[in-house]
């Protein structure tokens, strides 16, 4: 029965989303069994605990908002910001070179100058409070706790403590934490990762110029932007950069 009720985690060692969930496990003191997923040979337990989507990470969080309806509406709003604003730029300046990834760069530091002047308001202020991770906290540290190794491979500047002192702040103090160092990945490793999706082509799809009646031919006014690999190597890069980058996988 003990075996039974036992909590298990199935998740990816570099995911941000499994270790938002590691980190609550932690905060909570709450005992838990990792179990690593292979993203190209799913276990049939992930597709047991999440038939539809067949993603992780799949576990039920404990209570981590406050009480107040209020600061609860204030912690959604700027989790979804997290999420949908700052992970999806760094993802970009990861994944990009030349002109595309300073548009990148420009666009994440314009983001973080928002996070940042609105932190400094936040009720209480944003930091962890009385040693608790909140859910703020645990999605920064998920997310920017990593940052050497994102500038590593990327070359850009993504966490800079003299543009964004605060969140700079913020996650120094989340790293020192033994619940946080403990579920941190090896920097060798991600970096090696990174530097993988990096150089591997992400395949877009292909673009097909409309039909004309007309005795010319046409052609297409962009270039077949397809890029064909191998195939478990296309399906596995597909997966890595859509567990890294987007929500779940």
Known sequence: MEEENKVKLHG???????KRVELALRAKGIPYEYIEEDLNNKSQLLFQYNSIHKKVPVLGAPQLLSDDPYHRAQVRFWAA??????????????????????????????????????????????????????????????????????EEVSGAKILDPKRNPLIFSWVTTLNQMPIVKGALPSHEKLVALLHFIRKTPIPTPKITPAVRHSTQSVEPSQPNLTIRTAGSKQKGCEELNQFLWDEGS
């Open 12 to 18: 990816m060692w570099a995911s941000p989303y499994v």
């Open 81 to 150: 910001f997290i999420q949908q604003q700052l992970i999806e730029g760094i993802g970009r300046i990861i994944t990009s070179d030349g002109e595309a990834q300073e548009r990148a760069t420009k666009e994440l530091r314009e983001k973080m100058n928002v996070f940042e002047e609105e932190m400094k308001l936040f009720p209480s202020g944003p930091i962890i409070q009385g040693g608790n991770l909140g859910l703020l906290d645990i999605l920064v540290s998920a997310t920017f706790s990593p940052f050497k190794a994102q």
